[in-house]
C-alpha cells in the first residue's frame, strides 16, 4: 500500500534522478539471491543527496504519525534502513534502534541494537521490500524482545506477489513512499525507458526468480 499517488510519483522521480534506481533491461543485474533483474534499487545513495534524504524523512514522519499515531521507538531494518531511520527517528524526536539480521556471535550478542523496553509501541523503517522475509525477520525479532509492532514503512516496494503474501500472513501492515507500478509508468513518460523495455520490465516481475534463465 502507497501513501498516495502524490507520493509515489515525487519519491519514483528522485529515485530515477539521483540513480537510485538503474534500468537496464539489456544487460540484466544479478542479485545476492541469484535471481537475475532488469532492475537494480539501492537506496542508500539516498543519504548522500540533502534534499531526497529530507523528503524522505519529511514524509515518513508525517505518514507514521498519521498512520499509527506516534510510536515509542523508531526501528531500522539492518543494513540499509538504518541511516534513514535515524534521520526518522530524529525528526520525530523518538529512540531509535536497529535490527540485524541475526544476532551477533559476540559481546552481548545482540540482535536489536539500543535500548527497548518489553511493550513499547514500534513502527520499523525499511530501505527497499523485495520477498519480505528479511523485513519480516526483523519484525519477528523485536516481537520476541516484547515490543508491540505497530507496522511497517519502506522507500520502495517491487510489489511481488510473495511480499503481498508474506505481509498477509504475518498480519504486518505496509506502507511505502513509492512503487513499482508508478516508477515505470514515471520512467516511460520521462523517456528513462523504452516502450520495449518497460514490456520486458513487466514481463520480469511476473515472474522474477526465473527471468532469464
Known amino acids: 500500500m502507497i501513501f498516495n499517488t502524490t507520493t509515489a510519483e515525487k519519491t519514483a522521480e528522485l529515485l530515477l534522478q539521483i540513480n537510485a534506481i538503474k534500468l537496464n533491461p539489456k544487460n540484466p543485474f ?34 507514521i504519525e498519521t498512520l499509527y499515531g506516534k510510536p515509542d521507538v523508531i526501528a531500522g531494518v539492518a543494513t540499509g534502513a538504518i541511516g534513514i531511520g535515524m534521520l526518522v527517528a530524529d525528526c520525530m524526536g523518538l529512540p531509535f534502534v536497529y ?66 503474501e508474506n505481509f498477509k500472513k504475518a498480519d504486518i501492515q505496509l506502507n511505502t513512499l513509492g512503487n513499482y507500478d508508478t516508477l515505470l509508468d514515471l520512467a516511460v513518460t520521462k523517456e528513462y525507458i523504452t516502450g520495449e523495455e518497460l514490456e520486458t520490465l513487466k514481463e520480469w ?9
Open 30 to 63: 544479478t542479485w545476492a539471491s541469484g535471481w537475475k533483474s532488469p532492475i537494480y534499487c539501492d537506496n542508500r545513495i539516498t543519504l548522500s543527496f540533502p534534499e531526497v534524504r529530507n523528503y524522505i524523512r519529511e514524509e515518513f514522519s508525517r505518514n
Open 205 to 213: 516481475r511476473k515472474n522474477p526468480s526465473v527471468w532469464g534463465q
Open 99 to 164: 535490527v540485524r539480521p541475526e544476532a551477533k556471535k559476540h559481546g552481548r550478542q545482540n540482535q536489536i541494537e539500543g535500548f527497548l523496553e518489553k511493550g513499547q509501541n514500534v513502527v520499523v523503517v525499511e530501505d527497499l521490500i523485495s520477498t519480505g522475509n528479511s523485513s519480516l525477520q526483523a519484525v519477528e525479532a523485536l516481537k520476541a524482545a516484547g515490543a508491540n509492532v505497530k507496522g511497517m514503512v519502506a522507500i520502495f516496494t517491487y510489489g511481488f506477489d510473495v511480499s503481498v
